[in-house]
């Protein structure tokens, strides 16, 4: 497995979370990095994306304003810090990462762009 999430659990409507997502092959500290998400009975779509330096971010206009999507290359960790937390952001969140464009300035926001997939982590957010 070379993505693994971590930090998903039950939130009341309001709160905050942060998921991790650990490149645990160090594989893609040069390549632009996401989260999506899949609610139940939906399709997956695009939460935020990352370029390798962090210099470019795209978040879902759903979630502008209190997602921050970072990422630290020692730790060789993207995070995404989820904040007012609604009912509408429970979900199955997954991380992503391209591993055929080096050090882009793409922040891509398609699940096309993305090759590597994590298993995913329960956010679930209660009223």
């Known amino acids: 497995v070379q993505l693994v999430e971590s930090g998903g659990g039950l939130v009341q409507d309001g709160g905050s979370l942060t998921l991790s997502c650990a490149d645990a092959?160090?594989?893609?500290?040069?390549?632009?990095m996401a989260w999506f998400r899949q609610a139940p009975g939906k399709e997956r779509n695009f939460v935020a994306a990352?370029?390798?330096?962090?210099?470019?971010?795209n978040y879902a206009e759903s979630v502008k304003g209190r997602f921050v999507i970072s990422r630290d290359t020692d730790k060789n960790t993207m995070y995404l810090q989820m904040n007012s937390l609604k009912q509408e952001d429970t979900a199955v969140y997954y991380c992503?990462?391209?591993?055929?464009?080096?050090?882009?300035?793409?922040?891509?926001?398609?699940?096309?762009?993305?090759?590597?997939w994590g298993q995913g982590t329960q956010v679930t957010v209660s009223s």
């Open positions: 990352i370029t390798w330096n962090g210099d470019s971010v």
């Open positions: 992503a990462a391209n591993n055929r464009v080096r050090r882009t300035i793409n922040a891509y926001t398609r699940a096309f762009y993305y090759q590597v």
């Open positions: 092959r160090r594989t893609f500290s040069d390549y632009s």
